[in-house]
């Protein structure tokens, strides 16, 4: 039990030396988590570990239950861009910039040892853009970004299984395909359950859910009843080859009306794919590959991707310089119209795919990129990342969409191969462990297919500074 875990541990602490009660304490504060409710406060109960003027509200015990327990927490995040030529001179124009204000705060109710109930709301706000907010993704005034229950169904001491129902969030892998959508202001949920098996040799999520489609009022963020969502997700370790690991992924997706250039239907996606990643003596790799097959209104579904990235870290040099490259190719469809729909999917992505801040102009459909990364480390919380995407569609029949899947400049018609190259850099201060604040610029130089279109796309400027106090 917690409660005489910790009177006891309190005991044995005042009897006992500074190192000992050192010992049993983190030597580093928590790091916050993409997901908050992957966070556990437990060794709070401690009293010696308490440090921090938050400790008070991560770990309040509950008085009618001696294992259950409290935590508290929240976020402000305060986000200013600027697009010079957004979108490449076809969108909406803001020559000013905007800011985008997100702030958040959740409820971690640990009732029981095998019940627990996690309740996060969110208020995400824009101000001054030029056309007001982007649907689903810049504003939504005050909704509940998560709200679920999960019941302990075994739990022993190498194994746990737990089943969450609810509105929830998910992260898998490097986020290529399944992501909280961290860059824009408002993040992607979903509603409904999931599963959690973990051993010491697996971790395993399935999932059946629909996302929710944000508007912009109060309490305004519903299920989208046009798509569903489910699959299978696991990461196993590799001790045979130090450092390594290896996921394997099954991901389906069902949308009405889901558009693409071919046009406009249903359409029923299953995703198999595998991840290798891991790191060993400063090198660091992450590859994936996928496949992609279903239904497009009456005709079939035949897409893939495959992408890379590769680095390695300079320890005895100064700043520790991590060099690296990246590159990936997602399938374009090609042939007439009853051919197999060919345009990669990539889901439910990352908000941080090509480039820094907020610069992704692009989303992995129909695309090959290519490009080297640099990270300098300027002091122990102070970092520079810079690097160089250059893309290329892989069929000249499709054209090149967004992150959220959407067709941005049409390719029929259009002989060209070249997008165009995309240089960014970002600044990242950790000044202390609760407060970051970053800076990130970046710049598109448009290649013969975006000079082609019509009208004829132009250089983008991005540039934007960012600060987030989390608790």
């Not at 190259?421 to 407060?435: E, I, K």
């Amino acid at each position: 039990m917690i409660r005489i875990a910790c009177a006891g541990l309190s005991v044995l602490l005042s009897l006992s030396s500074r190192t000992l009660a050192q010992s049993l304490c983190p030597a580093n504060p928590q790091p916050y988590t993409l997901l908050r409710q992957d966070e556990d406060y437990r060794y709070l109960c401690n009293p010696t570990c308490r440090h921090d003027d938050w400790d008070r509200l991560k770990y309040v015990p509950l008085e009618a239950n001696e294992d259950g327990y409290l935590t508290f927490g929240g976020e402000i995040r305060e986000w200013y861009e600027g697009f010079r030529n957004a979108s490449w001179g076809l969108g909406t124009q803001d020559d000013n910039g905007y800011l985008l204000q997100r702030l958040s705060t959740y409820l971690d109710i640990h009732a029981a040892p095998r019940l627990r109930f996690f309740v996060q709301l969110t208020s995400a706000i824009e101000a001054g853009r030029s056309g007001g907010p982007r649907p689903v993704t810049d504003e939504s005034k005050l909704f509940f970004e998560e709200g679920f229950a999960d019941f302990g169904l075994s739990k022993t001491s190498d194994e746990s299984v737990v089943l969450r129902l609810g509105r929830q969030e998910f992260e898998f892998g490097s986020g290529r395909f399944v992501d909280v959508r961290e860059g824009p202001n408002v993040r992607q949920a979903f509603d409904g359950v999931s599963a959690k098996w973990k051993t010491s040799a697996w971790a395993v999520d399935g999932l059946a859910a629909k996302p929710v489609l944000n508007g912009d009022g109060v309490l305004d963020a519903p299920p989208n009843h046009d798509s569903t969502f489910w699959g299978v997700y696991a990461v196993h370790p590799l001790p045979e080859i130090n450092g390594g690991n290896f996921d394997l992924y099954y991901l389906g997706l069902a949308r009405k009306n889901a558009q693409f250039e071919k046009g406009s239907q249903n359409e029923l996606r299953h995703t198999v794919g595998g991840r290798f990643w891991g790191g060993r003596n400063g090198l660091s790799y992450n590859s994936e590959t996928m496949f992609q097959w279903g239904a497009f209104g009456p005709n079939g579904i035949r897409a893939w991707a495959t992408a890379h990235d590769t680095a390695y870290t300079f320890r005895s040099a100064m700043l520790y310089p991590q060099i690296g490259a990246t590159a990936g190719i997602a399938s374009g469809t090609r042939g007439g119209s009853a051919s197999p729909l060919g345009t990669f999917n990539p889901l439910f992505p990352t908000g941080f795919y090509f480039g820094q801040g907020g610069i992704s102009l692009l989303g992995p459909l129909n695309l090959f990129e290519a490009g080297p990364h640099i990270t300098l480390q300027l002091a122990r919380s102070l970092s520079l990342i810079a690097d160089d995407h250059t893309f290329w569609r892989t069929s000249l029949q499709d054209g090149v969409y967004g992150l959220g899947v959407n067709l941005l400049v049409a390719g029929q018609g259009n002989s060209r191969r070249y997008v165009g190259n995309q240089p960014s850099v970002g600044v990242y201060w950790n000044a202390t462990h609760h407060l970051s604040v970053s800076t990130a610029y970046g710049h598109f130089f448009v290649g013969s297919f975006l000079m082609q279109a019509s009208p004829p796309g132009k250089a983008v400027d991005y540039a934007a500074v960012w600060t987030t106090y989390r608790f």
